[in-house]
């Protein structure tokens, strides 16, 4: 956290685990959300899509009904 502050970046809470079915989605040139959405790479990029959505909510960038629904930040 002390260095995402000096570089002037943000670190999130969520954990991407890095999984075979990520390498094997990179070599399908496909997304793991869409490749193997049941998998835990796939959960994790949706719990990391939300934790943006709920800061973006909180910034007031993003409309309500978007946190848990698939909309754009705007």
Not at 32 to 61: C, H
């Amino acid at each position: 956290q002390e260095y995402a502050e000096m570089a002037g970046t943000k670190v999130y809470k969520s954990v991407i685990r890095q999984t075979v079915l990520v390498s094997e989605s990179i070599s399908a040139q496909q997304g793991v959300v869409l490749f193997a959405p049941n998998s835990t790479a796939a959960q994790d990029y949706r719990a990391f899509a939300r934790e943006i959505k709920r800061e973006e909510l909180m910034k007031g960038k993003c409309r309500p009904d978007c946190v848990n629904r698939n909309c754009q930040i705007e």
